[in-house]
């Protein structure tokens, strides 16, 4: 059973918004998830939030052996960084 953290589309035609969650890599973009970690909008506007991700849990996850795609672990970092402002 190999785990990816990935990106699961939620939201309307041209306004996306994404779930980070870690499921099977076998599993379809949009189907059965292990555990939801995250959420991404990349169109937030004013005071709402672009990323809200639990950082433990992810770490959590990679070090059972669950591997980030580039996006997610892209998302990673930038929440890592706005963790530490």
């Given at each position: 059973?190999?785990?990816?953290?990935?990106?699961?589309?939620?939201?309307?035609?041209?306004?996306?918004?994404y779930?980070?969650?870690?499921?099977?890599?076998?599993?379809r973009?949009?189907?059965?998830?292990?555990?939801?970690?995250?959420?991404?909008?990349?169109?937030?506007?004013?005071?709402?939030?672009?990323?809200?991700?639990?950082?433990?849990?992810?770490?959590?996850?990679?070090?059972?052996?669950?591997?980030?795609?580039?996006?997610?672990?892209?998302l990673?970092?930038?929440?890592?960084?706005?963790?530490?402002?």
């Amino acid at each position: 059973m190999a785990l990816r953290i990935r990106l699961q589309r939620q939201g309307r035609i041209h306004h996306p918004s994404y779930r980070v969650v870690v499921a099977e890599s076998s599993s379809r973009r949009d189907g059965k998830y292990v555990e939801k970690i995250g959420v991404y909008e990349p169109q937030a506007k004013g005071n709402s939030l672009e990323l809200s991700m639990n950082l433990e849990r992810a770490t959590y996850w990679m070090s059972v052996g669950a591997k980030a795609t580039d996006t997610v672990a892209q998302l990673i970092r930038k929440a890592k960084i706005s963790v530490k402002k």
